[in-house]
C-alpha cells in the first residue's frame, strides 16, 4: 500500500524491492517530464495576453491541472544517525554477581568485562533470568552479592516493553521536547526534536497529534526514538522485535551494525541475532550464564552435533559395560531421546514454510485465501514458538 494505492508484485520480498525501484525510478521520470512541459506553460501564462478566449482557458486549466497533480514523494527512510557519545575505558564490569528469588537463583556468580563494539545476544528459556540479568547490568536491579561496575562515561539506552508508559495526552512533539529539544549528533551537526520525528517517518502533520491516536507500532518507533533521543553509548534491547514495522526493523538491524556503542539484545528471533548479534549470553535456567562466540545460528547447530556425539559417546559407554552392571538412570526416557534429535529438523521445516508464507502474501488477492494463509502462519508460528520451548527443556535435561 502506497499513498493510498494497492500495488500487486509477484515473488519474494526481494523482487518485491526490485519492482518497487522499478516503479518509483518510472514515476521520477514522469514527475520530471510533466514539470518542464508545467514549466513551459507558466512561461507562456506569465506573456499571453488578458483576453480570456477558449483556447487559452484550456491552456490555463492544464496549468492548473498539471500544479496540483500528485507527485512522486519520496519514501523516507528512519536515518538513525545519532553517534552516541564516546566510551571511556571502562565501559561495565561484573564481578560475581548473583540474585535469587527465595529459594531460587536466577543468576549465579556472573562475571565479565564489558569491551568496545560489542554486539552480545542474551538467549534462554522463558523464565530462565534474561530480562533480570540486563535489569543487573543496567543498576535497575541491585545484586545480593557480586559488584556491577559502571563507566563514568556509560550512558544507557533501554529499550523494551514496559520501561516507558506513553502519556495518551500528549502530542508527538510535546513528548519528544520533554526528553530533548535538541541532539547533537557532532560538532557541527545537531537535529531539534521536530527533524527527529521527521526521520523516524513521522510527517509534519502528525507532529500535533495525540499519542492515543498511534497504532501500537508507532508508539514502539516513538519510544525507539525516545531512547536515542538521549544519545546512549551503550543500547539495551529487550525483545525489540516485538510491533516494529519491517521498514523500521530493517532500519534498526542496520543502525546496530554501525552503532559505535556496545549492544545488548534479548530476542527469541533467531534471523534477527543471526544479523546484529556476534557474541551470545546463554542462561539455562539455573543460574549459569554460559558464553558463546558466534551467533544464534551456530550456537543451535553446535548444540544439535554436541548432542549427537554426547549421545553416540554414551551408547558406545554403555556396549562396552558389563552386562551385569546395571547402567545409570537416564536423565531422558527413550522417547525425549528420539524427539531430541529431531525436534531442530522439525523447527528448521517450519521456518521453511513460514518464509513461504511470507512470500505468498505479496500475490495474494483472494480474501478467502489471505484468510486462510493467514490462519496458518499464526498456527506455523505458534507451533514454532513451541517446539523452541520443548527443545528448551529437553536441552535442559541433558
Not at 8 to 36: A, C, I, M, P, T
Not at 286 to 295: D, I, K, L, Q
Amino acid at each position: 500500500i502506497d499513498r493510498k494505492r494497492l500495488y500487486q508484485y509477484s515473488g519474494n520480498y526481494s523482487r518485491f524491492l526490485e519492482k518497487k525501484s522499478e516503479r518509483l525510478e518510472v514515476e521520477r521520470r514522469r514527475d520530471h517530464k510533466l514539470d518542464r512541459i508545467l514549466s513551459s506553460e507558466i512561461a507562456w501564462a506569465r506573456k499571453a495576453p488578458q483576453g480570456r478566449g477558449t483556447k487559452q482557458k484550456a491552456r490555463l486549466d492544464r496549468v492548473e491541472a498539471l500544479m496540483s497533480r500528485g507527485k512522486l514523494v519520496e519514501e523516507s527512510t528512519a536515518e538513525m544517525s545519532v553517534s552516541g557519545r564516546r566510551l571511556g575505558k571502562k565501559i561495565l564490569e561484573a564481578k560475581a554477581v548473583s540474585l535469587s528469588f527465595g529459594e531460587r537463583r536466577i543468576i549465579d556468580s556472573f562475571s565479565y568485562v564489558f569491551k568496545h563494539h560489542e554486539r552480545i545476544g542474551i538467549i534462554g528459556p522463558n523464565g530462565s533470568g534474561k530480562t533480570t540479568l540486563i535489569n543487573l547490568l543496567t543498576n535497575r536491579l541491585t545484586p545480593q552479592s557480586g559488584i556491577v561496575d559502571c563507566g563514568m562515561n556509560t550512558h544507557f539506552g533501554i529499550f523494551d516493553q514496559h520501561s516507558v508508559e506513553l502519556d495518551p495526552s500528549l502530542t508527538l512533539i510535546a513528548y519528544m521536547k520533554s526528553i530533548a529539544e535538541v541532539v547533537r549528533v557532532d560538532d557541527k551537526t545537531s537535529y531539534t526534536a521536530a527533524d527527529m520525528l521527521e526521520r523516524f517517518l513521522f510527517p509534519p502533520e502528525m507532529h500535533y497529534a495525540k499519542i492515543e491516536r498511534l497504532s501500537g507500532g508507532e508508539k514502539r518507533r516513538l519510544h525507539l526514538l525516545s531512547v536515542l533521543m538521549t544519545n546512549p553509548n551503550f543500547l539495551v534491547l529487550d525483545e525489540p522485535t516485538n510491533d516494529l514495522d519491517v521498514q523500521t526493523l530493517a532500519v534498526l538491524e542496520d543502525f546496530l551494525l554501525s552503532f559505535g556503542g556496545c549492544v545488548i539484545v534479548v530476542s527469541h528471533d533467531r534471523f534477527f541475532l543471526d544479523k546484529v548479534a556476534d557474541f551470545l549470553f546463554v542462561l539455562d535456567g539455573s543460574g549459569t550464564v554460559s558464553g558463546f562466540p558466534s551467533n544464534y545460528s551456530d550456537y543451535l547447530e553446535w548444540k544439535r552435533e554436541n548432542s549427537r556425539l554426547e549421545q553416540l559417546a554414551k551408547k558406545e559407554a554403555d556396549a562396552q559395560k558389563p552386562v551385569e552392571v546395571k547402567s545409570s538412570p537416564k536423565k531422558l526416557s527413550f522417547k525425549e531421546t528420539r524427539e531430541l534429535e529431531t525436534i531442530l529438523d522439525e523447527i528448521a521445516v517450519l521456518e521453511e514454510e513460514k518464509s513461504k508464507l511470507e512470500d505468498g502474501f505479496a500475490s495474494v488477492i483472494d480474501p478467502l485465501d489471505m484468510k486462510r494463509m493467514s490462519e496458518r502462519y499464526k498456527i506455523v508460528g505458534e507451533e514454532i514458538d513451541a517446539k523452541v520451548k520443548r527443545w528448551e527443556e529437553l536441552e535442559g535435561k541433558v
